[in-house]
């Protein structure tokens, strides 16, 4: 993300941080540990976490809720260039 944004010269919000395995595609697939890393984000003063598509709420855990308790939003986003949109301020 920093290098695209250096290269177009587009500023990415300082308080937000992404999550998940992206492929070759631009997709973002899903990942493990997300309450440990919403929890880091938090203490880190991060306000917004990106996650996989699917991956906010599951059975093994609900992200939203986590990131209420922790004052964070948390944004399922599917591919590189959501991701991009949102911490570049091109998408609210």
């Known amino acids: 993300m920093g290098l695209i944004a250096a290269w177009r010269g587009d500023v990415l919000r300082p308080d937000a941080v992404l999550t998940g ?9 899903p990942v493990g540990s997300l309450p440990s890393k919403l929890e880091g984000a938090a203490r880190a003063n991060m306000h917004t976490m990106l996650v996989p598509a699917g ?14 308790q922790h004052n964070m ?16 301020g091109q998408r609210p």
């Open 55 to 68: 991956q906010g709420r599951t059975d093994e855990w609900d992200l939203v809720e986590l990131g209420r």
């Open 73 to 88: 939003t948390v944004i399922e986003v599917g591919t590189l260039n959501e991701a991009y949109e949102f911490m570049a």
């Open 21 to 29: 395995e992206i492929t070759p595609d631009g997709r973002i697939e």
